[in-house]
Antibody, heavy 122, light 114 residues
Framework: EVHLLESGGGLVQPGGSQRLSCTAS????????MTWVRQAPGKGLEWVSS???????YYADSVKGRFTISRDNSKNTLYLQMNSLRAEDTAVYYC????????????????WGQGTLVTVSS | DIVMTQSPDSLAVSLGERASINCRSS????????????LAWYQQKPGQPPKLLIY???TRESGVPDRFSGSGSGTDFTLTISSLQAEDVAVYYC??????????FGQGTKVEIK
């Protein structure tokens, strides 16, 4: 059974940094693109960043230059390093698995974690 | 970026009745070379992550009940729940994956029981 477990959320001050992790199990992690999607409290879904199976990275304009996505296939873990955090980055961050194996980026996601809440506030 | 607009923002439907949600994209998400519409639908219940229901505009994800169906092409799409069940109360989102990787979601449609 596929399982994605996010961790690393919490309260951080504006301008601060936070690193999120997503530990995967139940599938061949190294052969799937992975993605972070966020949801501000009471709001809709926003794509944040993706990393292909080969390690190519992609970012939404709203986080480009501040966030870094990475993966460690030996640990079946996806990361999101978030720097220069702003109040508008406050959200539940979900990691999600591409629905298509070995694609560059399918762009739609069949398994999602439960999410981790990041609150940016002084 | 492609803007996705859903209508209505919310709807209340009686149990067993049909529910339809519309999604319009600001530009076509039909890729002419493969004649596929790069459009997905998700269901999100309170306190849960989104769940993939439909992709390629009309392909049901494995395990999704057949009362859920997707239709449409180009810029106009519809998610239909043929016979609403209590467990279908949720917010539904459409998402385009045509403009890779600047993927965008609709604002969501809340479905409730009348």
């Amino acid at each position: 059974e596929v399982h994605l477990l996010e961790s690393g959320g919490g309260l951080v001050q504006p301008g601060g940094s936070q690193r999120l992790s997503c530990t995967a199990s139940g599938f061949s992690f190294s052969t799937y693109a992975m993605t972070w999607v966020r949801q501000a409290p009471g709001k809709g879904l926003e794509w944040v960043s993706s990393i292909s199976a080969s390690g190519s990275t992609y970012y939404a304009d709203s986080v480009k230059g501040r966030f870094t996505i990475s993966r460690d296939n030996s640990k079946n873990t996806l990361y999101l390093q978030m720097n220069s955090l702003r109040a508008e980055d406050t959200a539940v961050y979900y990691c999600a698995k591409d629905q298509v194996e070995m694609s560059t980026l399918a762009g739609f996601w069949d398994y999602w974690g439960q999410g981790t809440l990041v609150t940016v506030s002084s | 970026d492609i803007v996705m607009t859903q209508s209505p923002d919310s709807l209340a439907v009686s149990l067993g009745e049909r529910a339809s949600i519309n999604c319009r994209s600001s530009q076509s998400v039909l890729y002419s070379s493969n004649n596929r519409n790069y459009l997905a639908w998700y269901q999100q219940k309170p306190g849960q992550p989104p769940k993939l229901l439909i992709y390629w505009a009309s392909t049901r994800e494995s395990g999704v009940p057949d009362r859920f169906s997707g239709s449409g092409s180009g810029t106009d799409f519809t998610l239909t729940i043929s016979s609403l069940q209590a467990e279908d109360v949720a917010v539904y989102y459409c998402q385009q994956y045509f403009d890779s990787p600047q993927w965008t979601f609709g604002q969501g449609t809340k479905v409730e029981i009348k």
